[in-house]
């Protein structure tokens, strides 16, 4: 049984999304949008603001598929309000770092202070794509996780789990996810999306790329072309069969309509030589 429902909170004035599904240990996750223009918000993406349909049904996936992130760590890029990163620590995920533009955070932060439980496995993070010191301080540094993460001893031995030794080939993640991040960008945006996503991920990990076709590919062929070079083989998933869970406030999409793909790169051992 699963639902997502829109309300106004009140005690926040911003627009509420809960999300239900039986597979979730800890019940709803709940998270926030931006819905009216902040000041904080001015010097990012606006589409970072907004839950939108396609992450829904991605969300309904993973609930389906919950061995997908069970047990791993998971990095989410271009997380915008969180949702998905939350959903996978609430599946099962070791650790998940929910991580976007540093302007973004504060929303994020604002819908993890709603999910309580699942702060034992999450952090959130700046990551711009392509941005070395953001890359680095995922991949290698022990402080890439807060003071507040690693405030207990299981928080500080997953850390150590975390950390690689500098020069090592690859990141520490087992499965890398973003969700409709990919949308008519300058070309060198989307190349650095997938060199960001290879070089956070280890050997042999997952890459998860949920993409909406919007009819036309051409603008987004330059991430398609550059993520084909580091990833070794691909399958694609229809989440068309979720269409009929969305709900009715959300923007209306057809039961048949087929335009939301997930993509699910994999790497090869030692496919970074």
Not at 55 to 82: I, M, N, Q
Not at 113 to 138: F, K, Y
């Amino acid at each position: 049984m699963s639902s997502a429902r829109h309300h106004l909170d009140a005690h926040f004035p911003e627009r509420v999304v809960t999300f239900e599904h039986e597979a979730l240990e800890h019940g709803p996750i709940v998270v926030e949008q931006q819905v009216a223009e902040d000041d904080f918000m001015a010097t990012a993406d606006g589409t970072c603001r907004r839950l939108w349909p396609t992450a829904l049904l991605f969300a309904h996936f993973l609930c389906d598929h919950p061995e997908v992130v069970r047990g791993k760590r998971v990095v989410e890029l271009g997380a915008g309000t969180g949702f998905v990163g939350m959903v996978c620590a609430a599946l099962g995920a070791q650790f998940v770092a929910i991580t976007d533009l540093p302007e973004a955070l504060p929303l994020i932060k604002t819908s993890a202070t709603r999910n309580p439980e699942l702060n034992s496995r999450i952090d959130v993070l700046p990551c711009t794509w392509g941005e070395e010191a953001h890359i680095q301080r995922l991949s290698f540094w022990k402080d890439s996780l807060s003071e507040a993460t690693c405030a207990s001893s299981a928080r500080a031995a997953l850390a150590d789990s975390l950390l690689i030794s500098p020069g090592t080939e690859g990141g520490p993640y087992d499965l890398v996810v973003c969700c409709e991040v990919v949308y008519k960008q300058d070309p060198s945006i989307l190349e650095a999306l997938a060199e960001t996503q290879k070089s956070l991920a280890r050997d042999s990990a997952e890459i998860l790329l949920v993409y909406e076709f919007r009819g036309q590919m051409l603008d987004d062929l330059p991430y398609f072309e550059a993520i084909d070079h580091f990833v070794d083989s691909s399958t694609t998933v229809s989440l068309s069969p979720y269409n009929h869970l969305l709900p009715s406030s959300s923007e209306a999409v057809s039961v048949d309509e087929d335009t939301r793909t997930l993509y699910r790169y994999y790497l090869a051992k030692n496919s970074c030589d």
